[in-house]
């Protein structure tokens, strides 16, 4: 997985599955794009990935997260839960805003 911290008046936190990277995901209107310049960060395990999405959570950070490890590991770390989790072309994605 791969995240990265956009620093603005609150940290805008990206998050996706590696191998999402780039692509372009489109079903009806639905537009999902998986820009490089916005989600290619650090390569991060889930272990490590689930502890800083608590602790950023707390610190009123919003969080874009794209694909099914991704989405997984904020389910775990509690930052979402499986009402929020929409999909385009079956690839699983969430937004939060705290």
Known sequence: MLM???KSYRDVVAICDSELLGQVYEEGEKVLEVREN???GEEIEEEKLIKIL?????EDATFNIVGKRSVEAALKAGIISKEGIKKVQEVPFALVLL
Do not use: E, G, R, S
Not at 54 to 58: C, E, G, N
């Open 54 to 58: 608590q602790d950023l959570a707390a």
């Open 38 to 40: 916005f989600y290619n």
């Open 4 to 6: 990265k911290i956009h």
